[in-house]
């Protein structure tokens, strides 16, 4: 018997929409990381980008565990002298919540091309709309 080694013909991708009202941060971040990898697939390979588009919606609407509201900070920089910028995770759900989302997925992902195509793959909007019903999703349940 021969080892099955997928093509990247055979990769069949579904669309999965989460809703995150009332859901944990870091759960819910978790199971998109799967989703996008693929590993819930029994073909899941590691070198190969396998995972199924995934669209969150409600991302406003999520909750965090202990006081990483007022403590959990993120941070930037523009590689310029005195140019760190921090901001709390209770501002960034107030003016960015999709790149809460977006920012847990991301270190969840490889951090390679792979990891980076995975990502392209994350919508994350606000409400209960989003453009891609087209592509008739499947509701995902956690």
């Given amino acids: 018997m021969k080892t099955f080694s997928p093509r990247p013909e055979d990769v ?23 989703l996008l990898c ?4 029994p ?3 590691p070198y190969m980008d396998m995972g199924d588009f995934v669209i969150v919606t409600n991302c406003e ?3 965090v565990t202990g006081n990483k509201l007022v403590q959990k900070k993120y941070f930037r920089h523009s590689k310029y002298v005195g ?20 920012h847990a997925v991301k270190g ?12 392209k793959k994350l ?6 709309t989003h453009p891609h019903t087209a592509q008739s999703p499947q509701v995902y349940t956690l």
């Fill in 38 to 41: 693929g590993k819930h697939k």
């Fill in 61 to 63: 609407k999520l909750i």
């Fill in 83 to 102: 140019s760190l910028k921090e901001t709390l995770l209770i501002d960034m759900l107030k003016k960015h919540p999709d790149r809460v989302i977006m």
């Fill in 12 to 34: 069949k991708r579904t669309w999965y929409t989460i809703d995150a009202t009332g859901q944990v941060l870091g759960r819910l971040a978790t199971q998109i990381a799967r």
């Fill in 43 to 45: 073909e899941y390979t």
């Fill in 108 to 119: 969840m992902l490889p951090r390679n091309t792979i990891g980076r195509a995975m990502l």
């Fill in 123 to 128: 919508k994350v909007y606000k409400g209960d």
